[in-house]
């Protein structure tokens, strides 16, 4: 099994230019089903789950030609409506595939994703819209078997903004008879991306972003080219990288108006960010200072998928800040191995408290989850010594080739068996 080695101390330096994103890849290349004909999909991450997607695709008979620059999916001679359970089980990301299927072809058996690292996450939501525009729902045997005649268009108010559920329903009406209207929807930029590659196809979505998504339903869909939009979590993780180093870096290929929350608590500890129009630098101080509390939330608010990596350049601040988890109920895991290299954090329940310490060092510590794992990366990069991390598998699902990204700005890392 791959681990990271990794001599912390170095200062970072250089440009980045940052990948494509993977939760807007995902749910689009599921969606490339619906069509029933060409997708081209453009600047593209290289990720294990992107392949994982693309196992999935041609297991259902689509053909799937992946390049340099370019995936493209050809969905014409779909021959099945089950979804390999094997596939499933290697990746969450699969449920997307209940709305693109049920859209074309009334129906989809798909075994229930379950739980994974960071919590329960159920897909009760993603069910309740899908039964109010009609679909039948059979649960059994670990299975979900789902099908419908035709879609009927519904006024859909989802309890919570989650991100999956309205880009599922939203997946599901573009090919329902009549209108949509997702109130409460998730406003995650992923979603906006998912909007313009269904919009590119001939579907008539407004309103992706905001309070409420009005999706037309329309007869037929034709090809499409798209390219995906930057990865706001992976812009955040390299400044990340440089405020815990206390490294200039600047970052291109990057919508800063996408992460101006953690912009903003990056300024609150005193780095100074400068902005250009796709390209953010970072001028961190000689001394970061804590914050009085991040709270994780539904985009625009603060991303859980940038906690972990926010608590471990808190760990060096100096002084006591408070991250409150609010999204999942299990994704502090990181703070247990941050504390084997000298962070001190005290944990309750979905608080906390990080008291910031002058020097983490170097151990042997191991990756639970992606953004937890990429939290422990950032800082061995930091740490005096050497750190060796564990399960990086994890780490890969949402990084293209992360450690080449940082020894491309100068970092001590290394991947050994
Ligand atoms: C997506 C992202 C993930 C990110 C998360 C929150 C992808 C591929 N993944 O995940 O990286 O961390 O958004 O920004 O895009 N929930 C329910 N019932 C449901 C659905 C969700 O209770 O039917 C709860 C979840 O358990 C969680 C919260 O809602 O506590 C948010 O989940 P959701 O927004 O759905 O996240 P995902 O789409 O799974």
Not at 54 to 59: N, P
Not at 107 to 119: H, L, N, Q, T, V
Not at 195 to 211: E, F, V, W
Request: aromatic share 4%.
């Amino acid at each position: 099994m791959s681990k990271y080695l990794i001599t912390g101390g170095r200062k970072l330096r250089g440009e980045l230019e940052i990948s494509g994103a993977k939760n807007a890849v995902l749910p689009i290349l599921a969606a490339s089903v619906i069509n029933g004909g060409v997708s081209v999909i453009n600047g593209f991450p290289n990720l294990r789950d992107v392949d994982i997607m693309i196992k999935i695709l041609m297991s259902l008979g689509c053909k799937v030609e992946k390049t340099y620059n370019s995936i493209i999916v050809n969905s014409r001679n779909i021959f099945t409506h089950e979804i390999d359970e094997s596939l499933v089980r290697e990746m969450r990301s699969s449920i997307f595939l209940m709305g693109p299927m049920l859209a074309r072809f009334g129906k989809i058996k798909i075994s229930y994703p379950g739980g994974c690292e960071i919590g329960h996450r159920p897909i009760d939501l993603h069910l309740k819209g899908l039964r109010e525009m009609g679909v039948e729902i059979t649960e059994a045997h670990g299975f979900l078997e789902c099908s419908v005649k035709k879609l009927r268009g519904a006024e859909i108010h989802l309890d919570y903004p989650s991100v999956g559920a309205t880009e599922n329903i939203m997946l599901s009406a573009v090919l329902a008879k009549g209108k949509t209207l997702i109130r409460n929807p998730a406003k995650e930029p992923e979603i906006v991306d998912l909007q313009d590659y269904l919009n590119g196809m001939g579907a008539k979505i407004r309103g992706a972003g905001t309070s409420i998504i009005e999706i037309d339903g329309v007869d037929s869909l034709s090809n499409v080219e798209h390219r995906i939009m930057p990865d706001r979590i992976v812009a955040g993780t390299i400044l990340s990288a440089a405020a815990i180093t206390k490294s200039e870096i600047t970052i291109t290929n990057v919508i800063p108006d996408h992460i101006v929350s953690v912009i903003s608590k990056l300024k609150e500890m005193g780095c100074i960010i400068i902005e250009k129009e796709n390209e953010l630098k970072i001028i961190p101080p000689s001394v970061l200072r804590p914050v009085d509390i991040i709270r994780t939330l539904p985009y625009p608010g603060f991303p859980t998928d940038m906690q972990p990596q926010i608590v471990s350049v808190l760990c060096l601040a100096s002084g006591t800040s408070i991250v409150t988890e609010t999204v999942f109920e299990n994704r502090f895991k990181h703070t247990e191995e941050l504390m084997r290299m000298g962070a001190k954090i005290k944990v309750d329940g979905r608080v906390a408290v990080i008291k910031g310490v002058r020097e983490l060092t170097g151990a042997k510590v191991s990756a639970k989850d992606l953004r937890g794992g990429a939290a422990l990366v950032l800082a061995g990069l930091a740490a005096e010594g050497t750190t060796i991390i564990e399960n990086i598998k994890h780490i890969e699902r949402g990084y293209d080739n992360f450690d080449l990204m940082l020894k491309k700005l100068g970092a001590d890392i290394k991947v050994i068996d």
